[in-house]
Each structure stands twice: as structure tokens, then as C-alpha cells.
């Protein structure tokens, strides 16, 4: 064969593949867009099929926009979160092509912890090991597991990845969403507060962490509340089970602040609604964490915060990240940690300030905070009085908001990382304000124009 035309064939592969790499992510996108106004999991909810769609459009649009923030200002790619994982995967899913039975026992992570597997699989990936480890769940495992499994259907195309990892998080926040709106019998305020959010929509789309744990979170939350009513089924136990799974290894801080919240408005549910039940039953969960860490000192509550935070400190002294702020270092005791609780708690609440809006990241972070301090007065000023049931709800949302800001502002000192840390808890905060809304005295402009009954008819 001629120079030209070996060089004809390479052009026409090249083409070919480039022609696949845009058709592929086309396709899943087609097919899992579809299914939003096909499948019985979605009519089940409040929603209209239209405006889910267009809540898997954002989603899917805001996963763009992270491959392209983190294609330009990254790079070394793995240093990149949304690349890192996705490559690691490749080293595992290349595996099931040489040797399936070592690709699956890494997929489940049964009986893979030898040389064999380090030499030949672990030791090529940046992220199976963390630079830092507490001796308890490595969540980068995880993320690359599910990379792997993906790539069976992606054939490697990191938008395929990213599209059904958003996909994943969009049915979590349905699920979430239609909690909501059986507690507050609001479409609108649900859907606001689950799919419109910025930085929960934009942190939980493409291939992230967060994307994961708010799939997980979002099913929790949903099969555990039905667990309330009388019509709760042998899968709802399951899936409780399975996602609380997941969201102890992907993020434990999470989890332990999630458990005591929904347990108490379970117990206060469907017993007995007392402010004792509430201080005892905290009381309860606080005795219960300090006989584990007397039984295993591992596991220590006050020892996993104090140093949580300086390893976050030491990183961010060692790279030397840019929305870094110094934190007063904690000691290995309960009273330090109670002490700095309030600082932590209020950094949480209110960073990113407007002096560390240095990158495009923070803007959104920092608008939505805004939003929700106006929304705050303006709960207060339009305030309703809360029946019980709505009483028990708000004080779900607030005691898993508090619980997780205050373990995320006593171990993290840089802003990058808090802004993404609390997104878990943003739709429960934005929740707990709109409850206190009383909107039939809303100015009347606000609710009875054009806008407003397009939108609730289009919801």
C-alpha cells in the first residue's frame, strides 16, 4: 500500500473514532432523557416529565462546564478530581480483557490485596492510595470501581461517564425531592430546592465524589421516610441498608451526621414529640460514640476530628492553596472541639466572604449565600406558625445541617473545600427556610403574574 494510503486510512480511523467519541455521549444522553417520561419512578412524583427533563439538561450542561474548568486551569490532569479517578479506572477495566477473574475481585474488592494486584494494577494508579489515610474507608476506591464498571459501556469515553454519573445524581435528588414535597406539598419550593441550587447541581454533576454520595443520600433519605408510613415494603429496608452502605465509605462525616437527625424524627414521629425526647436522644447518640471510642480508640469521635483537621491543615500548608484560612489547631480533647463548634459552624454558614471570591468557582457559592440570607428575612418577615408534623421536618433539616457544618468548620481550613463539602446539606437548609414562609403574604405581585403561573403549571 502507498504512503497516501496508509495515510488515507489513518485519516479515515481518526475520523471514525472522532465521530464516535461526539455520537456515543449523543446516544446515552438521548436514551436516559427519554426515559425520564418513560419510567414509573419518575411519573411516581409530584412532577411533570418536562420539568425533570429540563433539570437532567442543567445537570448535564453544568458536567460540561466542570470538564471544561477543569481541562483549563488544571494542568497536570491528575490533579484534576473529575480526570483522576475516571484514569485510575482504566488500569482496573483493562483487566477483564487480560484476566476477568482479577478485574472482578478488584470490582468487589475480594481478595485483592496482594503484590500480584499491586504490581500489576494499584501501584500504576495516582489514587488508589490516598496521600492521606485516617485508617478508615478510602472513598477514592469506590469512585475508580465505579469507573471501571462504567467503562464496560463507555468504551472509555469520559462523557459517558459523566453523563450517567449525573444521571445517578438526578434520580438521588428525585427521590429527595419527592420527601419535600410529601412534607411540604409545594412543587415549586421541592423542585428549587433539590434541581436549582447552583453549586449542588453544578458539584454533583460529572465524575465526582459528590455525585455518588448525593445518588446515595437522596434514595436514604427517600426509603427511609417511607419506613414512616404504613405502606413500607421489605425494598425499602433493603435500600436503606445498601445506601447507608455506600455513604459510610464514601463520606462516614455524612453518615454520622445524617443518622442521629433522621432517627430522632422517625422516633418523634411516630411516638412521642417532646423537646426531652429531643436533648435525649442526642444525649443517647453522644454516649453511644463515646463508648465506641473507649471500646476502639481508632474510632474515637474527638480523635477523627483532630486529626482530620491537621491533615487538612498540612495539606493545605504543603500545596499551598489559595483559599486557605488559618484555624486554631484543636487538642485531643471534648472541650475543644465543643469550644471552636460555634467558629467552625459560622464559617460553614458563611464562607466563601467576598474578599476570597478569587476564582469563578466561588461565585456561585457566594451568590447563593446571599440568596439565602435574603430568604432568611424574608421568612421572617412573611413568618408562618408551623404545625407539628412541619415542626418535626424543619427540625430534621436544621439538626443534620448543624451537625455537618459543625464537623466540616472545626477539621477544614480552606474555603475551596468547604464550598464543596456542605452541598450534601444545602437542600435540606434552603427546605427548612421555605417552611417558615408564609407566601399567601407575599406581595401578591410575586405570586399571581404571568411568570408565576407558567411555572406552576409547567412544575
Known amino acids: 500500500m502507498s504512503i497516501q494510503g496508509n495515510s488515507d486510512a489513518k485519516s479515515l480511523t481518526f475520523t471514525s473514532m472522532s465521530i464516535m467519541e ?9 436514551g436516559l432523557f427519554w426515559s425520564i417520561s418513560k ?8 412532577f411533570s416529565s418536562q420539568s425533570l427533563q429540563l433539570a437532567f439538561v442543567i445537570r448535564i450542561a453544568m458536567g460540561f462546564l466542570l470538564f471544561l474548568i477543569y481541562s483549563l486551569h488544571y494542568p497536570v490532569r491528575q490533579d484534576a478530581d473529575t480526570f483522576k479517578y475516571f484514569d485510575d479506572s482504566k488500569y482496573m477495566y483493562e483487566a477483564f480483557w487480560t484476566n476477568p477473574l482479577d478485574y472482578f475481585k478488584m470490582l468487589f474488592g475480594v481478595d485483592c490485596h496482594s503484590e500480584h494486584f499491586n504490581s500489576h494494577y494499584f501501584n500504576n494508579m495516582s489514587n488508589w492510595v490516598r496521600s492521606y489515610d485516617n485508617g478508615l474507608f478510602n472513598d477514592n476506591r469506590l469512585v475508580i470501581r465505579v469507573n471501571a464498571f462504567l467503562r464496560l ?4 469515553n469520559y462523557h459517558v461517564h459523566s453523563i450517567i454519573l449525573s444521571y445517578l445524581a438526578f434520580m438521588g435528588s428525585f427521590a429527595l425531592a419527592k420527601v419535600f414535597f410529601e412534607v411540604s406539598k409545594s412543587k415549586s419550593l421541592s423542585y428549587i430546592a433539590v434541581f436549582l441550587v447552583p453549586s449542588v447541581v453544578f458539584w454533583s454533576s460529572g465524575i465526582l465524589k459528590e455525585a455518588i454520595l448525593l445518588s446515595a443520600m437522596g434514595f436514604f433519605v427517600y426509603h427511609f421516610y417511607q419506613l414512616f408510613g404504613e405502606n413500607r415494603r421489605y425494598r425499602n429496608y433493603v435500600m436503606v441498608f ?12 455524612v453518615f454520622i451526621a445524617l443518622i442521629p437527625a433522621i432517627f430522632i424524627w422517625f422516633t418523634v414521629k411516630k ?16 454516649a453511644i460514640g463515646t463508648l465506641i471510642g473507649e471500646l476502639n480508640p481508632r474510632l474515637d469521635f474527638v ?5 482530620k483537621q ?12 489559595n483559599s486557605g484560612f488559618h484555624l486554631e489547631a484543636l487538642s485531643y480533647n471534648l472541650w475543644s472541639v465543643v469550644k471552636a463548634s460555634p467558629e467552625g459552624l459560622f464559617n460553614v454558614l458563611t464562607k466563601p466572604w467576598a474578599s476570597e471570591v478569587n476564582s469563578i468557582l466561588f461565585v456561585p457559592a457566594f451568590l447563593e449565600n446571599i440568596i439565602f440570607i435574603a430568604l432568611l428575612i424574608i421568612a421572617l418577615v412573611y413568618r408562618k406558625a408551623l404545625d407539628v408534623n412541619d415542626w418535626d421536618f424543619v427540625a430534621f433539616c436544621l439538626s443534620f445541617c448543624i451537625i455537618l457544618f459543625v464537623v ?24 427548612a427556610v421555605f417552611m417558615f414562609m408564609d407566601h399567601s403574604k407575599l406581595p401578591k405581585t410575586l405570586l399571581e403574574n404571568k411568570l408565576a403561573r407558567w411555572i406552576n403549571t409547567f412544575l
Open 408 to 431: 466540616i468548620g472545626l477539621t477544614t481550613p480552606i474555603t475551596g473545600a468547604i464550598v464543596r463539602y456542605k452541598i450534601p446539606a444545602i437542600p435540606f437548609l434552603f427546605m
Open 271 to 286: 411516638w412521642k414529640r417532646s423537646w426531652w425526647i429531643y436533648i435525649g436522644m442526642y444525649t443517647l447518640f453522644l
Open 310 to 321: 491537621r491533615q487538612f491543615i498540612n495539606l493545605s500548608n504543603f500545596y499551598d492553596v
Open 153 to 156: 459501556f463507555s468504551f472509555g
Open 242 to 253: 445498601f445506601m447507608s452502605c455506600i455513604l459510610i465509605v464514601m463520606k462516614l462525616y
Open 39 to 46: 419510567l414509573d419512578f419518575f411519573k411516581s412524583g409530584p
Open 303 to 307: 480523635n477523627l476530628i483532630v486529626d
Open 22 to 30: 461526539f455520537i456515543l455521549p449523543v446516544v446515552w444522553f438521548i
